[in-house]
């Protein structure tokens, strides 16, 4: 999968859930124990402003440092207007020439534009994920995107070098659905 279809993908998943999320379940706890729902909410919209900044090499339109939240409340009373405008900023930042190619100053370093690729859409596709588990939604990623983002988070993150944000890998059958096999390695319980 290339990475634009990538985002894409993560992208679309995510709204699928975001779409289904009421109000009302702000306040439910999620997979993230330290955040509710409004709060992974808006990490995942200030994770399409960081990333629109990073591809961008600009500053963001709302400062969020990597695997935090954002200096304000981006939820707002529409929801998934919210996201769309969100995620149509990242994904013209993604397609502007050059963004998937040339390397991209972060808050971590300078990051390769595959790594950068490769880390936004998996925050987007997991949160998803927690999203959905968490708002008692079906939680199955499609397959394509749940191996794809598997793939690199095997590579990019491994069990004995993760930033404490990433949990611990959970032991699963490797015959499981790449959605389990994913959320397991993430340490989230399928």
């Known amino acids: 999968m290339e990475p634009y279809e990538a985002f894409e993908a993560a992208i679309n998943s995510t709204r699928g859930v975001i779409a289904n999320v009421s109000a009302d379940q702000y ?23 960081l990333g629109t900044g990073l591809f961008r090499d600009a500053a963001p339109e709302v400062p969020m440092a990597p695997g935090g939240l954002p200096d304000v409340d981006m939820v707002g009373t529409v929801l998934l207007a919210a996201y769309d405008r969100g995620a ?15 390397p991209h100053q972060t808050p971590l370093g300078e990051m390769p534009a595959a790594g950068l690729a490769g880390f936004t859409t998996l925050d987007i596709l997991v949160h998803g994920w927690d999203l959905a588990r968490s708002t008692s939604q079906k939680t199955a990623l499609p397959q394509d995107i749940a191996e794809h983002v598997l793939g ?13 944000s990433v949990g ?11 959605t389990d096999q994913l959320v397991a390695f993430l340490g989230r319980t399928p």
Request: include cysteine.
């Open 27 to 49: 306040s439910s706890p999620t997979p993230c124990s330290e955040w509710n729902v409004r709060q992974l909410l808006n990490h995942v919209l200030g994770t399409c402003a």
């Open 152 to 164: 690199f988070a095997r590579m990019a993150l491994p069990s004995d070098n993760r930033p404490p």
């Open 88 to 102: 149509d900023k990242l994904l013209t930042a993604v397609r502007a020439p050059g963004a998937l190619e040339n």
């Open 168 to 178: 611990t890998p959970i032991a699963i059958s490797e015959s499981a659905p790449a």
